[in-house]
């Protein structure tokens, strides 16, 4: 029997910057935005299980799948993993600074843009690392 899958609708959204107008009442977001409707499909071949979580950890850190102990069948059976199809994708991007009335203009507030951004601090070893166990370059590199 074929899976039919399960019909969805995903939405991500990634904050870019805090808009701040003159009024409060133009204060905006600007940021990127997807929305996709699609089937999902639940991941049960080995082998494409282990590709997708591999690319997962990489996409959070390149190259730490190579650097890290693979899961073992006990974690991969406690693992569920969907392949998404994807029928219609919709993008959205606000940019830009605020959008003042020409009256609000010459009021004497601040506005424009303070960005907002994610970023990695400086590893901290684990506290029972053995301290001849170097920081990764992948990790050094963050």
Not at 29 to 37: E, P, T
Not at 56 to 79: H, I
Request: net charge negative; aromatic share 4%; hydrophobic share 40%.
């Amino acid at each position: 029997m074929t899976d039919p899958g399960l019909p969805v609708c995903l939405t991500v959204t990634h904050l870019d910057g805090l808009v701040l107008a003159r009024s409060a009442f133009h204060h905006s977001l600007n940021y990127r935005s997807v929305v996709v409707h699609g089937t999902a499909h639940q991941v049960t071949d080995p082998e494409e299980l282990r590709v997708a979580l591999d690319a997962l950890v990489d996409q959070v850190v390149p190259g730490r799948s190579a650097e890290s102990r693979p899961a073992n069948a006990k974690e991969l059976a406690a693992t569920a993993v969907i392949r998404l199809d994807l029928d219609e994708v919709s993008a959205k991007v606000r940019a830009g600074g605020p959008n003042d009335d020409a009256e609000d203009l010459s009021l004497p507030y601040w506005a424009g843009v303070v960005p907002v951004r994610g970023g990695y601090g400086t590893p901290v070893p684990s506290g029972d690392l053995d301290p001849s166990v170097a920081l990764p370059a992948h990790l050094a590199a963050l």
